[in-house]
């Protein structure tokens, strides 16, 4: 009786047409309602492993949120939802209100306004600094304009600026290959910056950085809050600590604690599967 | 390189305003190249034309058919070198353009033949009449016009080039595996072209060319104008890669080659851009091909080889790759030494140039431009 199941749920209509919604995938991006990023009841699995089972999660437009968890609780593949290199089987993700990332590819997600910085520090090494930059900067991604396109001031002064901002004034002329390990962190920052997403996702900013790079990228993060929406996925504590307004703890694919760090640190359950280790 | 550090000026003047700007700056290599093309197209047709046969400046006109094949091949390098040197897609199928490109002179040069032809018929190519066929087929028709024929030099190599590009990087066929369905590619196109009922004269292909554009193809001054154009298309097509090269693009398309996935993830469509250099590469390689086959005066289906393909990989190596002007300058030379060495020890060709790629790739990997700049360096 499949067929007597399948003609009643289309007879029931309580809801309109899915042809006759708006296409979600248009328009600019609607945070009226303050967060700027909604991922709602998200499960994704590997294999039966489920990398996130059912996260719900916001992110106000403006703030600076960290995100910390034992491994494998899926930071890095909540990111990657976002970014939109992995789909979930369920659940829904909204840039805004109006922008589904569900429905749009990489590209436009980067396009949107986007940025990720990934774990592992990826520049392009034969390219100057300037360049790397000059690449990265928002505007039109298209062949022919790429082929015309021009550098003006306007773009120079940026480039300049950027550069004063992550530090690497003095560094423009090198080729990112050549850059120490902090330096190219800075430099995807950069990056990002270039980009002018209005949501930065941090994958890891400080893993392998000595303390003085440390309070650098802290003081460069907490100094792009406001401006831009960014959140930081984090292993270390003392670094999280130094720039967390709101930590969320992810545990096994959902939520399992949000708030302050001292609220987060005070709480038994988080206690007991990551900071009690 | 050394950059020079100027305290007051920014980083920024590296990168180059817009690619038409000063397109040659800091590029000596292609200076050079560009003067000598410069110097063979006033040089060369005076040896040959002005001075007499028996003085020793005199160049036989069998020596500039031989150079204008050797600018051919620098061509076909210099194409391979824009995918190859700035995208990372390894071609081991360029031939195919490069007979594609030379499969369309060479039907222009078949119907300018006319009613010379063994069997006279006034339209039919000679292997139409000896096969029986009635009429030419809808795919000749057009090509005893020049600027059809012209057109479709290019046309057709860069369609085949876009469709292969669309269908391969949009399925995000990469490394390896690109290379090899190129090579199968070029392989699948010339056991189609050995075959007569394709109507492209099967085994033979293409030959006994009597003249084009009204000048009779064996006379030496078309042989010397054909050289000037081959040396011509080498210019200006090197002047077409460097603007992509310096342009936005060309900087984009590097870094694909690079890393492509952080391409992708700062908002570019790289499938794109690998498509559209891929398609201008295989215009090229078409191009260099329709200039080939009027002065070698044959196009067959042996063109369309694998190993051809495999060759042209090798000249950009040993020349060097990602310069451009080393590519060109390794198709000229490689082909050179051929030339030398088949004189003497024809069977030991093929070991030579494979051992010349391992060389290469185990000692040099630059090739002769790093070499070179090595040199100057140390």
Known sequence: ?277 | MTVKMTPSGSATDLIPLAAHRRILHGDLGGKILLGLMAALIVVVPILNLAVPSDSPMHISTYAVTLMGRYLCFALLALSLDLVWGYCGILSLGHGAFFALGGYAMGMYLMRQIGDRGVYGDPVLPDFMVFLGWEELPWYWLGFDQFWFAALMVLAVPGTLGFVFGWLAFRSRVTGVYLSIISQAMTYALMLAFFRNEMGFGGNNGLTDFKDILGFSISAPSTRVALFVASALALALSYLICRAIVRSRLGRVVTAVRDAEPRTRSIGYRTDRYKVWVWTVSAMLAGLAGALYVPQVGIINPSEFSPLNSIEAVVWVAVGGRGTLFGAALGGALVNYAQTLLTAWLAELWLFVLGGLFVAVTLFFPRGLVGLLRRREGS
């Open chain 1, 1 to 277: 009786m499949q067929w007597l199941d399948d003609t009643r749920a289309f007879m029931r209509r309580d809801q309109v047409f899915d042809i006759v919604r708006p296409v979600a995938s248009s328009g600019r991006v609607d945070t009226r309602h303050g967060p700027i990023l909604y991922l709602e009841d998200v499960t994704v699995s590997f294999d039966g492993f489920r990398a996130l089972d059912a996260l719900t999660l916001y992110i106000d437009d403006g703030e600076l949120r960290c995100i910390i968890g034992p491994n494998g609780a899926g930071k890095s593949t909540m990111m990657d939802v976002i970014t939109g290199r992995t789909r979930p089987d369920n659940g829904g993700a909204w840039f805004g209100q109006r922008l589904d990332l569900l429905r749009m590819d990489e590209t436009e997600i980067a396009q949107a306004g986007i940025g990720r910085k990934f774990q592992k520090p990826t520049v392009f090494p034969r390219h100057r600094v300037v360049e790397n930059l000059e690449l990265a900067m928002a505007g039109p991604r298209g062949v022919w304009s790429a082929l015309t396109a021009r550098l003006d001031r306007s773009t120079r002064e940026r480039i300049d600026e950027v550069l004063e901002e992550i530090g690497l004034a003095d560094q423009g002329r090198a080729l990112a290959g050549q850059l120490s390990h902090g330096q190219k962190q800075w430099l995807e920052i950069g990056m990002l910056l270039m980009q002018n997403p209005r949501v930065l996702l941090v994958d890891e900013p400080v893993a392998g950085m000595t303390h003085q790079e440390m309070d650098r990228t802290a003081e460069l993060l907490t100094r792009l809050a406001g401006r831009h929406s960014v959140v930081v996925v984090e292993h270390d504590m003392e670094f999280v600590r130094s720039i967390a307004r709101k930590v969320t703890v992810l545990h096994q694919g959902s939520v399992l604690a949000e708030g302050s760090m001292e609220e987060v640190q005070s709480d038994p359950r988080v206690i007991e599967v990551y900071l009690g280790e």
